[in-house]
């Protein structure tokens, strides 16, 4: 236990007040400042910021605080226009204006390579973060945990360090219609007494709602995700969503009766409708099944992809490695100038949808992709002969697979395209590729999630000539 004790290394006790000036923000966009060497961090603080703030956790190298008082307010500073913002904990940069958060982001990249792979500012090639126009209502899918409290059926999503459920009924980032359809299914839900899951009891029928919308298309997917595979009245209930709702395409049921804290389990039914929605990305059309991965912000998912294409280079004799591949997008992307393109995802469901999408489009005899971790597939490919030119990577969070770092370097592509949702572990995986014959041309940011402080980047590696 830590409460109320000085942790050794840090002069600091919980409770203590003290002052602080904000140097810039963290990777989780809490503001970051220094008492007496001891980096301190604040959720809230905005970087030029004077305040005094209450320490709340301290740890042997750090201590976390909230603001008590602002002394000196940053001219960055907005007024949040989300009503539940601080108790939502769903974005984290509301407070602060646009332009600001742009440059905060492009320092949070900096950052990253500081900590992680030693090298300053002067060291990368990174150029200005890529924003929206209008930073707002820009996701496509929600999916919100459903709850009742109080006799009231409410969906939304956990409290930032809690597990209490915050409700939303109007979410500013989403998309107005994923906003529209879940209110509705609430209602439906409350209004026929379906029964609502209980995660303490670990009993009761529906856990989440999916909802996700098609900006082309204007197609709705509804997804229930359930405990059980029996839905009692489900003929009642399905004829309610079809009255209230005749314009959602897709009705799924998606079967989790696991305790985890994973949306989907694995067992996905029909209930009404088409299995697949459709939402296009420039000149391309994709089919988007309800466990199948699909970038979030459509928008600025076309702006992602041209910096892809801009640092793959290809003049159509190239072959292309597409790992991590979810429905076969960026493959897509490429196709038209690469000479051939594999991809593999673990989800069966993402491949079935790219091999759709890559017939679709007439790119069948060029495009492969296979189930599997890319970790165990690439490598199979180079076994049977398969030589990349380049290789793009769009890992998760966690980064790329060791094994996966390991065997791109082996495959000695000419280029890598790193697609990043997170600095820290790109910073990693940089500094490894650096160390085994690649060097790194230049660092893009892409601003993906506005008011959040994530923030996606596309990097350029190409291989040393010895």
């Known amino acids: 236990m830590l409460d109320n004790k000085k942790v050794k290394g840090t002069g600091l006790t919980n409770g203590q007040t003290i002052p602080l000036t904000i140097k810039r923000l963290g990777i989780n966009g809490e503001g970051v400042g220094f008492f007496k060497r001891t980096v301190v961090f604040v959720p809230g603080a905005l970087p030029g910021e004077e305040i005094t ?89 929600s999916q919100l945990q459903v709850r009742k409290q109080k006799g009231k059926v409410i969906a939304g999503l956990y409290g930032a360090g809690s597990h209490e459920l915050v409700e939303l009924t109007n979410c500013l980032v989403q998309h107005p219609e994923t906003n529209r359809v879940t209110r509705q299914v609430v209602d439906i839900l409350q209004d026929l007494n379906i029964s609502i899951y209980h995660e303490k009891k670990r009993n009761g029928l529906v856990r989440t709602i999916v909802t996700r919308v098609g900006f082309e298309t204007g197609q709705i997917q509804l997804v229930l995700v359930t405990s059980e595979e029996t839905i009692p ?23 989790n009766g696991k305790r985890t804290s994973l949306i989907f389990g694995e067992k996905t039914l029909l209930l009404e409708g088409e299995e697949v929605i459709q939402e296009s990305l420039g000149d391309l059309n994709f089919e988007l099944s309800a ?38 997008t960026i493959g897509l992307w490429l196709a038209e100038e690469a000479k051939e393109v594999r991809g593999m995802d673990v989800i069966k469901e993402s491949i079935d949808d790219a091999r759709e999408n890559a017939r679709r489009h007439g790119y069948e005899s060029k495009m492969t992709y296979d189930v599997g971790k890319a970790e165990e597939v690439v490598p199979k490919w180079i076994k ?41 572990t790109l910073a990693k995986d940089a500094s490894y590729l650096m160390k085994k014959g690649y060097k790194l041309e230049q660092l893009q940011p892409v601003d993906m999630f506005p008011q959040t402080s994530h923030v996606e980047v596309v990097s350029v590696f190409k291989k040393k000539q010895r």
């Open 384 to 424: 049977e002969g398969f030589k990349p030119n380049v290789i793009v990577v769009d890992p998760p969070r966690t980064g790329c697979d060791d094994t996966l770092l390991a065997t791109m370097v082996k495959a000695k592509a000419d280029r890598i395209v790193y697609v990043s949702c997170n600095p820290s």
């Open 291 to 328: 466990r199948a991965f699909f970038q979030l912000n459509p928008l600025q998912t076309v702006k992602l992809y041209d910096e892809v294409k801009k640092a793959a280079d290809l003049t159509g004799n190239e072959n292309v490695i597409d790992a991590y591949c979810g429905v076969g």
């Open 53 to 141: 703030a209450e320490v709340t956790k301290v740890f042997p190298n750090r201590a976390e605080a909230k603001v008590k008082r602002l002394r000196k307010k940053s001219k960055d500073r907005v007024t949040p226009p989300c009503p539940v913002y601080e108790e939502c904990g769903g974005c984290q940069l509301q407070h602060m204006s646009y332009q600001a958060q742009l440059r905060e982001k492009r320092d949070i990249v900096i950052q990253s390579f500081e900590r992680h792979a030693k090298l300053g500012e002067n060291d990368l090639t990174i150029k200005p973060v890529i924003g929206m126009e209008d930073p707002w209502n820009y996701r496509n899918k």
């Open 233 to 255: 009245r489900k003929e009642l209930l399905m004829k309610e969503i079809k009255k209230r709702l005749p314009e959602v395409r897709s009705v799924i049921q998606n079967v």
